[in-house]
T-cell receptor, first 115, second 109 residues
Framework: GAGVSQSPSNKVTEKGKDVELRCDPI?????LYWYRQSLGQGLEFLIY????????KSGLPSDRFSAERTGGSVSTLTIQRTQQEDSAVYLC?????????????FGSGTRLTVV | RKEVEQDPGPFNVPEGATVAFNCTYS??????FFWYRQDCRKEPKLLMS???SGNEDGRFTAQLNRASQYISLLIRDSKLSDSATYLC??????????FGPGTRLSVLP
């Protein structure tokens, strides 16, 4: 597609439920990143995929968080047993290389609310 | 200490004013730098890359001082539409992008 697509755009879930957030990067982009942004806060790095390399998971806040990227394209971020502190906007970004030359493009995010 | 730090703001300036944002980074190995703009409740969007020689894009000028590990963004002739949060970003080869906390700008009529 023309841009990075994320779904759903909004998700309200009950505490303790699992959620899956999806990201469709720009076609051909090898690098994919997940960030989250809590209200009024900066971007918090979660995980980075680059081609077929092992992902950089150093930003995942707990073992309730996991992500995968199938076929080097679509990525799914899964949060198990959601907690209220997981409420945030989850942003996905992709770039053609590592992004060092031209930065990367963000999707419009998934706004997650845990009630 | 955060890896990328910015003026906290908010900056409230009248239309037509010139405003400058500063950013410092702590990792001397950082290779590439960018300014992103984020509107309220929207995703960040790339404003411009920052080159060692300095670069200009219309009313926006970005500069990099590697010796001082300092980046700046200058906005001339501010418009109401420039109101946003400006994010400074450092990239370390083989790692992820590190975003600063952002500086909020409000341009007032």
């Amino acid at each position: 597609g023309a841009g990075v697509s994320q779904s759903p755009s909004n998700k309200v879930t009950e505490k303790g439920k699992d959620v899956e957030l999806r990201c469709d990067p720009i076609s051909g982009h090898t690098a994919l990143y997940w960030y989250r942004q809590s209200l009024g806060q900066g971007l918090e790095f979660l995980i980075y995929f680059q081609g077929n390399s092992a992902p950089d998971k150093s930003g995942l806040p707990s073992d309730r968080f996991s992500a995968e990227r199938t076929g080097g394209s679509v990525s799914t971020l899964t949060i198990q047993r959601t907690q209220q502190e997981d409420s945030a906007v989850y942003l996905c970004a992709s770039s053609a290389t590592g992004g060092e030359d031209y930065g990367y493009t963000f999707g419009s995010g998934t706004r997650l609310t845990v009630v | 200490r955060k890896e990328v730090e910015q003026d906290p703001g908010p900056f409230n300036v009248p239309e037509g004013a010139t405003v400058a944002f500063n950013c410092t980074y702590s990792n001397s190995a950082s290779q590439s730098f960018f300014w992103y703009r984020q509107d309220c409740r929207k995703e960040p969007k790339l404003l411009m890359s920052v080159y060692s020689s300095g670069n200009e894009d219309g009313r926006f000028t970005a500069q990099l001082n590697r010796a001082s590990q300092y980046i700046s963004l200058l906005i001339r002739d501010s418009k109401l539409s420039d109101s946003a949060t400006y994010l400074c970003v450092a990239y370390n080869y083989g790692q992820n992008f590190v975003f600063g906390p952002g500086t909020r700008l409000s341009v007032l009529p």
